[in-house]
């Protein structure tokens, strides 16, 4: 499978297989661009993929839309590649291998756990296996087309790339509850060509979203070739001509780094590169284990080294095929995020970054993150800018995520052999939950495995798991559900555990920090009685009993609808208007003789037909701790939106979901004939 060196090598690729689309009218970075994505995204893919994504995505795998490449964004000087990596087609054309993840993943646990040989051919093979690897470190080189254009000092204006505003509220505190002004003296923020109305209309909450940050730890400055380098993947807000704001998670590399150069006080040199070799942007989302190189990984999937070159004004070294690289400075005189404005000044070095609509759904609030000083803009002379939007599944990143998920499984056996297979379902937007299933061979394994997966590297922030026997299919939502129903019992079967958590999860009752949930859904074995007789099966009781009491259900006071699908087994639905945890009191005070195992209470316009809106509500809108009642042999999860300290129970700050502005849907509903586009996504 033929490696693509660079961005404009992935277009063609892309186009002469249907897979790109291009849109020629003028279009706004401001809203639009996310609009028109958005419903691609969600439409049919131009084509099919793998039968191994077939098989392990059989409801989504048909989704994404074509890529879109956008030549004529208004105020700036680069088109947009957007959705480029937004089919399970695509990702496994970028990443060579057509035959599918499960291919790529089997190369990969061939390296990680050879065959023992057994005489000199097998050993002959065994080295020619991994003779390629000699081959995959980085290159360094003394030019590259990323410096055919190199912009500093005053040249450097940052509104002239298409960076985009993805959601209405990106960038705008007051709008989500803060007091305005937080950022007014914050120096170098704006433009001086543009007052600050301007700028607010045209230029606030606008994001880098697609790029690898390229960092090394303190520890390594001045080292010829430091073992350090990490591309993370993160956000970056516009916030002046030559200024942005660097979010990073605090258990990110990239933090971690930060943290080094803010103990030795001193700024911190970073590179925001994009594009280039089509491999590099799963390769800084994966999750690798401690002391592996993103570029290693770049270069396996490549099939050679990434070629690098020194950046201009850094001491860092970046892609040389990239399109763009923006090198500069990170303050390390700021503050660490979890500030709010009442707790003392922002400080020097800070800005408070957000709100900006996240893959979970809703938009993450914002917080004090550091400022990067500029320094320089390269970039080739025909670049292509890529970006991405997130927000509810399905999109671009569910695509990259579901490679995570075929690609690291060895890896992920070699640390716990337990399990068999594993499925990060769409609803559960990564970290939110995982289906996993065992081989069971003792009594209580499965709660061995959840709390080996909560210490194995990022699997550690999974909120909601689910341990299934192998007869299970993890890759269907709805056995994995029903087999909780019927072999879970709520009260003995669920491990709670405290613990670290996402730090964008706003359920969680302090930041990063809440209760995780293991469903034991096995064959329950001697031994694990919990205090309670080992009975059959829970089963689905007749449809008329399920009719009789959602009757009375509807009946209760604040109750607006409720749903039992019994393609679930025993999870009950139900919309209300009140206070959750009180809805859910009087609803178990209705007399059932086969009540549902499990029950989710949502608020908003959720449409409880809908399994996925209501799991995806679960899943973002509760902690397992606070959220979670227990009793009579079933639990309920109050998954309505929050108000601080309801009940005297914590509660952060709660975030809107996502939902495009009206008049912006309006203007491209009316405009979708210009863009060029199958008429079905729009």
Wanted: with cysteine; hydrophobic share 40%.
């Amino acid at each position: 499978m033929a490696a693509y060196p660079n961005t404009r090598a992935f277009i063609e690729a892309l186009e002469k297989r249907g897979e790109l689309r291009r849109v020629r009218a003028p279009v706004s970075p401001v809203l639009e661009i996310t609009e028109v994505a958005d419903r691609v995204s969600k439409s049919r893919a131009p084509s099919e993929p793998s039968a191994s994504a077939k098989r392990n995505d059989p409801r989504f795998w048909g989704y994404g839309g074509a890529a879109l490449l956008f030549e004529n964004v208004e105020g700036s000087d680069f088109p947009i590649l957007i959705n480029a990596y937004g089919s399970y087609r695509r990702t496994e054309l970028a990443l060579g291998c057509p035959d599918g993840f499960d291919a790529l993943a089997a190369r990969i646990g061939d390296l990680v756990k050879p065959a023992r040989p057994r005489g000199l051919l097998e050993a002959a093979a065994i080295a020619r296996r991994y003779a390629p690897l000699l081959r995959i470190g980085p290159r360094r080189v003394k030019a590259g087309p990323c410096h055919e254009v190199v912009k500093v000092g005053a040249e450097i204006d940052l509104t002239r790339l298409p960076l985009l505003r993805c959601w209405p509220l990106d960038g705008d505190p007051p709008a989500v509850g803060y007091p305005s002004g937080v950022n007014d003296a914050v120096v170098g923020t704006g433009h001086p060509d543009l007052s600050p109305e301007e700028w607010e209309a045209r230029f606030r909450g606008r994001y880098v979203t697609f790029a690898g940050i390229h960092t090394i730890h303190a520890d390594d400055a001045g080292q010829r070739r430091p073992s350090s380098h990490n591309i993370g993947m993160y956000r970056v807000q516009l916030v002046g001509k030559d200024r942005l704001a660097m979010h990073w998670h605090v258990h990110h590399d990239g933090a971690a780094h930060w943290r080094s150069w803010k103990r030795r006080g001193e700024p911190m040199p970073v590179a925001i590169a994009f594009g280039g070799e089509a491999v590099l942007p799963y390769a800084a989302t994966a999750p690798l284990p401690p002391g592996v190189s993103e570029l290693l990984m770049a270069g396996f999937l490549h099939g050679r080294g990434i070629r690098m070159v020194r950046a201009r004004t850094v001491p860092l070294w970046v892609p040389a095929s990239s399109d763009i690289v923006i090198e500069g400075w990170v303050r390390t005189d700021a503050g660490e995020p979890g500030w709010e404005p009442g707790d003392g000044p922002l400080g020097d070095g800070s800005f408070f970054e957000g709100p900006f609509g996240d893959h979970t759904g809703f938009y993450s609030m914002p917080d004090r993150y550091p400022i990067v000083e500029v320094s320089a803009v390269t970039h080739r002379r025909d670049a292509v800018f890529p970006a991405t939007i997130v927000g509810l599944p399905p999109q671009e990143d569910y695509y990259l995520g579901k490679a995570t998920e075929r690609v690291f499984l060895p890896l992920l056996r070699t640390l716990i052999p337990d399990i068999g297979d594993y499925d990060l379902p769409m609803f559960g937007a990564f970290h939110n939950a995982v289906f996993a299933k065992i081989a069971k061979s003792y009594p209580m394994q499965a709660r061995r495995v959840m709390h080996a997966v909560w210490g194995a590297g990022q699997m550690a922030w999974t909120k909601n798991l689910f341990i299934v026997d192998d007869d299970v299919d993890v890759h269907d939502a709805g056995a994995v559900l029903r087999a909780a129903s019927s072999r879970c019992r709520p009260e003995h079967d669920v491990e709670r555990v405290r613990g670290p958590l996402d730090i964008l999860d706003h359920a969680a009752p302090a930041l990063g920090a809440g209760t995780k949930l293991g469903f034991d859904c096995t064959r329950k074995w001697a031994g694990e009685e919990g205090g309670a007789a080992l009975t059959g099966e829970w089963t689905v009781p007749p449809r008329d009993e399920i009719d009789a009491y959602l009757e009375q259900v509807r009946a209760v006071p604040g109750v607006e609808d409720t749903v039992w699908p019994e393609e679930l087994g025993g999870w009950l639905f139900v919309r209300c208007s009140g206070v959750g945890r009180h809805v859910i009191a009087d609803v178990w005070r209705v007399e059932v003789e086969h009540p549902a195992p499990f029950m989710v209470v949502v608020n908003e316009a959720v449409d409880l037909n809908d399994a996925d809106a209501v799991m995806f509500r679960w899943c973002s809108n509760c902690d397992g701790g606070r959220d979670a009642m227990w009793g009579h042999g079933r639990v309920a999860f109050d998954a309505t939106a929050k108000t601080r300290n309801a009940d005297g129970e914590p509660v952060r700050a709660w975030p809107p979901v996502l939902e495009m502005s009206e008049d912006v849907r309006a203007r491209v509903t009316q405009r979708w004939s210009e863009y060029g586009l199958d008429s079905k996504s729009g």
